[in-house]
């Protein structure tokens, strides 16, 4: 998290034409020092703060949103067996979100995880993906397989008819694509998550 952080602050800059340690991205990241808390700030939130106008505060909105769709590298000797492994590579990110959030993992032949990507970030109930929002960076680093996680921000795991539904069209996807989709898992608080593949629903 420290380094999307970091990732997020250089950003910022960039498109500020500001420095990483100026005043107004030294305000920004003291006023909304969680990441999660970052990608959540308003307009309204933004304009509060002295020196940013309504055009700056749109500049930063965008930038923001672009970070949300960056691709964050994950551990290329990370091997997934088991459900449990990717609940421990996604949890920590996943702890505090307010939004469903939807992530791929996407991985070699040999099951370790080449990259990780949010897809999607929906409403407290819901978070609507598309099969090529899925399959097109699959396909563009030659991954054997897919595992798709969300959150569900009421900490409880168990699958929505709408979960499974989209569960469903990836793996119909999937499959005309040659890229298994090994499994979905939704992750709460207790139990901490669900594997759609284990209750036989994919």
Known sequence: MENAHLEIKSLLASSLREKPGSYIIEQIFNLF?????????TEQELIAIKGIGQMKARQILAALKLA???????????KIRNPEDVYKLVEPEFRYLKKEHFVCLFLNSKNGVIAKELVSVGCLNASIVHPREVFRPAIKRSSASVICVHNHPSGNPEPSPEDIAITKRLSEAATILGIELLDHIVIGYSPKYISLKERGLM
């Open 33 to 41: 020092p969680k990441t999660e808390d970052l990608i959540e700030v």
């Open 68 to 78: 949300q769709t960056l691709t964050v590298p994950a551990p290329p000797t990370y």
